[in-house]
């Protein structure tokens, strides 16, 4: 039965990740890592119900991993496409507000 859960999961997750035609490879690539970071280190159906809080353990989650993967701003602009990934999309347009400039230094270097 989890099994079956879990597909329906990983299915009504990944319809909502469906980029037009003017996203270019760089931004598949970043669409790609956040869709795994949400289907294995969340418990997100539904991108309407993305958090602050989830997009700060994206980048947590990099840092932990001391960016092999990706590089610190690589992880960043993650974010920031998304974010304007979740504002555009029609049936989504769900605005999270995230602030990712220097001023915000206590996030920085809580991080």
Excluded: P
């Excluded at 119900?49 to 989650?61: A, C, K, P, V």
Aim: proline fraction near 0%; include cysteine; charged fraction near 25%.
């Amino acid at each position: 039965m989890s099994v079956t859960k879990e597909c329906s999961r990983y299915d009504l997750l990944y319809s909502q990740f469906k980029l037009d035609e003017e996203y270019n490879i760089t931004n598949v690539k970043s669409f790609e890592r956040i869709f795994n970071f949400l289907y294995k280190h969340t418990n997100i159906y539904y991108l309407g119900f993305i958090r602050e809080d989830i997009l700060i353990q994206y980048l947590e989650y990099h840092r932990t991993n001391q960016f092999k993967d990706i590089s610190f701003i690589e992880a960043v602009k993650d974010v920031k496409s998304f974010l304007k990934y979740l504002r555009n999309h029609k049936q989504i347009n769900h605005h999270v507000h995230i602030d990712l400039s220097l001023i915000n230094s206590d996030r920085w270097i809580n991080l």
